[in-house]
């Protein structure tokens, strides 16, 4: 096929002819007839029209752009304004493309600066002084009917202090479950943190952790993730395989839930805590426990939100030499 291309060439027969005649594309033709490109294929050279700013015109524009008058209006806004003048230094696209590699052609306004937001946060270095709780539904005998289960947990150690389930959600019954559990616990926290939940931020709870001198803390508005540990232990709770599509009665959920709290204060190795036991944290026992081939450590500590009302909570692990941790 080359040669009877070469011969029908050498004949005075045009390119597009002689491709026709012997099946050729003329791509394949051009393409062959260049060889092989090494790298990068070249930036194409435009001809020199004669039209062309010069160096120095392009800076002459370049420096009217960045005078005071202009210094905050945008590029059509510049060039209407010297043509009313009667200033014809270049063409609109011409002042875009010198402002575009100076890299001038974005907002050229004053634009306002926020500082980044601090999260804020809370600290637990020991047991009793963070809190969390939280209130979930637990799915009753028939549709329209749940229980609601509430929980405190103690950021530091997950030790969970008290529980109770109630057929309905209520300010009054959950200011004496917090008051109970501190009397119970014989240790008041600094702070008690929840989420923006009516039982939450009402009166009577508000007026009991006033009294008792412990700071309220409530997840930050329009932040679903700012109580995290009691979520993750909700979610512990569900997930088991025992737990059940719906309780029979209220004695039957007191019943589940009774013996899961009870595993997983003084069963349950928590990954959190260095795979100790919520209540052997709680209650000072871990340093104490003794594991083969193992060297007993204190938990890491433990961070949280702010004891503002727009705190977040978070945590850190670190734990120390010789500890487990993930």
């Not at 937001?117 to 799915?139: C, F, H, M, N, Y």
């Not at 119970?184 to 926290?189: C, F, M, W």
Request: overall charge positive; hydrophobic content about 35%; charged content about 20%.
């Amino acid at each position: 096929m080359s040669t009877t291309f070469t011969e029908l060439r050498g004949a005075a027969v045009p390119v597009t002819r002689a491709c026709t005649l012997v099946g050729r594309s003329r791509a394949t033709h051009y393409r062959r007839s260049r060889g092989p490109v090494h790298g990068p294929r070249p930036a194409r050279q435009a001809a020199d029209n004669g039209q062309a700013l010069s160096q120095a015109e392009r800076q002459a524009v370049l420096s009217l752009i960045n005078t005071p008058a202009y210094a905050d209006l945008s590029i059509g806004q510049i060039w209407a304004r010297e043509l009313d003048a009667g200033n014809y230094l270049c063409s609109v696209s011409s002042m875009y493309r010198i402002a575009r590699a100076a890299g001038q052609s974005g907002e050229r306004r004053r634009q306002a600066t926020h500082p980044a937001k601090v999260k804020p946060e809370l600290l637990a270095d020991g047991p009793s002084q963070v809190w969390t709780w939280d209130i979930t539904k637990l799915r009753g005998p028939a549709r329209g009917i749940f229980y609601q289960l509430y929980v405190l947990i103690d950021i530091y150690s997950r030790f969970n202090p008290s529980w109770i389930i109630s057929p309905v959600e209520d300010s009054l019954l959950a200011t004496d479950f917090i008051a109970e559990a501190i009397e119970r616990n014989g240790a008041t926290p600094h702070t008690v943190h929840a989420d923006r939940g009516t039982s939450m931020t009402s009166k009577p709870v508000s007026a009991l952790l006033a009294d008792l001198g412990v700071t309220r803390s409530h997840s930050r508005p329009r932040v679903s993730n700012d109580n995290p540990f009691s979520e993750a232990q909700f979610k512990t709770l569900k997930y088991l395989p025992e737990f059940p599509k719906s309780f029979a009665s209220l004695a039957d959920a007191r019943q589940f839930c009774a013996g899961f709290f009870h595993e997983y204060n003084y069963v349950h190795r928590h990954s959190g805590i260095a795979w100790h036991t919520p209540d052997s944290v709680h209650f000072g026992t871990a340093a104490r426990s003794t594991r083969p081939g193992r060297t007993p450590s204190p938990p890491p500590t433990t961070t949280t939100p702010n004891g503002s009302a727009t705190g977040r909570t978070r945590r850190s692990c670190r734990p120390t030499p010789g500890s487990t941790s993930r």
